[in-house]
């Protein structure tokens, strides 16, 4: 007499795709391309004056910031574009045509080398054509 044996029906169909690690994965390429956005706007090769006290402070993510980078040989770039004196003055009057609460900080990257006149010039600029928010960046000694 033949004894049959019953198996259990070890093939089952998967109903529902673990999106956990998908969903981790997702965030954490979020995280990190929120950190290097701001990184990737300063793409002018400044070399900032060094400062002991102020500096190291990561600029506020809720604030917006228009880069001004002056390189040692005395040309202007707003962010990576380069721009004459002329198109910063009125890059600076579209700015200060926003509301005030929109505007943006003026974040002004000067070379260390650079005659602090060009810096001057730059912030009495944007003072004439009504923008108040500015800083001038520096790297920690």
């Given at each position: 007499?033949?004894?049959?044996?019953?198996?259990?029906n070890r093939?089952?169909?998967?109903?529902?795709?673990?999106?956990?690690?998908?969903l981790?994965?997702c965030?954490?390429?979020?995280?990190?391309?929120?950190?290097?956005?701001?990184v990737?706007?300063?793409?002018?090769?400044?070399?900032?004056?060094?400062?002991?006290?102020?500096?190291?402070?990561?600029?506020?993510?809720?604030?917006?910031?228009r880069?001004?980078?002056?390189?040692?040989?005395?040309?202007?770039?707003?962010?990576?574009?380069?721009?004459?004196?002329?198109?910063?003055?009125?890059?600076?009057?579209?700015?200060?045509?926003?509301?005030?609460?929109?505007q943006?900080?003026?974040?002004?990257?000067?070379?260390?080398v650079?005659?602090?006149?060009?810096?001057?010039?730059?912030?009495?600029?944007?003072?004439?054509k009504?923008?108040?928010?500015?800083?001038?960046?520096?790297?920690?000694?």
């Amino acid at each position: 007499m033949a004894r049959s044996f019953s198996r259990p029906n070890r093939l089952h169909v998967i109903s529902e795709l673990n999106v956990t690690p998908m969903l981790d994965l997702c965030f954490v390429l979020l995280i990190i391309f929120m950190i290097a956005t701001p990184v990737l706007e300063q793409t002018t090769a400044v070399n900032l004056p060094k400062a002991d006290k102020g500096a190291g402070k990561t600029p506020d993510a809720k604030v917006q910031y228009r880069v001004v980078s002056i390189d040692r040989n005395g040309a202007y770039s707003i962010g990576a574009r380069s721009v004459s004196f002329a198109q910063l003055e009125s890059e600076f009057a579209s700015l200060a045509a926003l509301p005030e609460a929109d505007q943006p900080v003026i974040r002004i990257r000067g070379d260390g080398v650079l005659s602090y006149q060009k810096i001057i010039d730059v912030l009495s600029a944007a003072k004439a054509k009504g923008l108040t928010k500015a800083g001038l960046d520096t790297e920690t000694r």
